[in-house]
């Protein structure tokens, strides 16, 4: 898909831009870029879905002890 290939990162939701971050981490950015979020397999999908809930929580928890 075109639109994914030039995602501007600075537009982007914070929890998309986390996404597109995490893809990244993971190799899979390219994939994203040229197939959109469709091409991932559902294991790729899982784990970038496992990846942001254990970050929410982490910057949960760190916002819980800093007040």
Known sequence: ME???NVDFE?????DRLKYEIAEELGLLEKVREGGWKA???RETGRIGGM???RRKAL???QKSAD
């Open 3 to 5: 639109e994914n290939k």
């Open 11 to 15: 537009k982007l939701e914070p929890h």
């Open 40 to 42: 991932l397999s559902s």
């Open 52 to 54: 942001i809930s254990r």
């Open 60 to 62: 949960e928890k760190e």
